[in-house]
């Protein structure tokens, strides 16, 4: 039940996150030094960081061209999807929030006529890769966020931190196995 509970909000969040407003904000990029980068609510959302403190959380999207491809070699960027503030409200991350929320490192692996593929690491994540997988569809860009959860190959949909007085008592890591049969969570302790 929990489980399907958490599923839920990682669901209703991606629901959130598509229906958002179309405006753009520029923001500081994800990584340590760089140009400022445009939000786009419409670029194809990878999975969030929901936090115990309150109901706002870290979002992570890929910024893609008309065939699905990464747009040059950071492509994945994160903001904050601020629901305490409004379910439309988006702020970029703060660089003292870098260290917690932010990209360690990014590798564009392909550009093909149909999507790409990204290798990530997160940096609270140092020794998880993720497999970003990107994909042109009818409908539009499909995302993937591919890593081993608990020893299952599973898409990622959301991390869960869970906040002590003074730091992180866990992170809670949820996503759904390949075979779409069921999801899988993994508890990780700090």
């Known amino acids: 039940m ?3 509970r958490r599923m839920g909000r990682g669901i209703a969040a991606a629901a959130l996150i598509g229906a958002a407003a179309t405006a753009r904000i520029e923001v500081a990029d994800a990584r340590p030094a760089g140009p400022a980068r445009a939000i786009d609510p419409h670029d194809p959302v990878l999975f969030s960081i929901t936090k115990s403190e309150n109901r706002n959380e870290v979002v992570y999207s890929v910024d893609v061209d008309e065939r699905c491809a990464p747009i040059g070699d950071a492509a994945v960027y994160a903001y904050w999807r601020m629901h305490e503030k409004g ?3 988006i702020e970029p991350l703060l660089s003292r929030e870098e260290a917690a929320y932010g990209i360690g490192s990014q590798r564009v692996i392909s550009r093909r006529e149909d999507g790409g593929s990204i290798d990530l690491v997160l940096r609270a994540l140092p020794s998880r890769h993720i497999l970003v997988r990107l994909q042109r569809e009818a409908a539009g860009c499909r995302a993937w966020s591919q890593l081993p959860i608990r020893g ?11 906040l ?7 992170l809670l890591l949820a996503g759904w196995a390949i075979d779409g049969s069921h999801v899988v969570e993994e508890k990780i302790e700090r």
């Open 152 to 162: 299952t190959d599973a898409y990622l949909y959301n991390v869960y931190v869970r």
């Open 164 to 170: 002590k007085p003074f730091g992180v008592d866990y």
């Open 87 to 89: 379910p439309a409200v």
């Open 2 to 4: 929990r489980s399907a």
